[in-house]
């Protein structure tokens, strides 16, 4: 099975920085999209970005202008830069990968989080 590990989390400052990561393991053949998912005390999960294999992204309207999705490799494949952090971007954060293990399966992918947290 395809497993996902975020990491990059924390507790930083309103105005701040943080970049986080997530690493991959498991047979990945090819991956078709990857997004970053966050979710809030009280809230329900929200795509915050998404990046196809053509290079297309999307981007919550909360967050455009701040954020930057990227991509690399089967085993880093996904990266979220967030820059000007606000209070209201404190969520536990998700990684998501779609794709193919081989030629006859494909996975939907998901990590277990990675908090973080911005103090005003």
């Known amino acids: 099975q395809v497993q996902l590990v975020e990491s990059g989390g924390g507790l930083v400052q309103a105005g701040g920085s943080l970049r986080l990561s997530c690493a991959a393991s498991?047979?990945?053949?090819?991956?078709?999209?990857l997004g970053w998912y966050r979710q809030a005390p009280g809230k329900q999960r929200e795509l915050v970005a998404s990046?196809?294999?053509?290079?297309?992204?999307n981007y919550a309207d909360s967050v455009k202008g701040r954020f930057t999705i990227s991509r690399d490799n089967a085993k880093t494949p996904a990266y979220l830069q967030m820059n000007s952090l606000k209070p209201e971007d404190t969520a536990v954060y998700y990684c998501?990968?779609?794709?193919?293990?081989?030629?006859?399966?494909?996975?939907?992918?998901w990590g277990r989080g990675t908090l973080v947290t911005v103090s005003s």
């Open positions: 498991g047979r990945i053949f090819s991956i078709n999209t």
């Open positions: 998501n990968l779609k794709g193919r293990s081989d030629v006859f399966d494909g996975f939907d992918a």
């Open positions: 990046i196809t294999a053509g290079g297309d992204t």
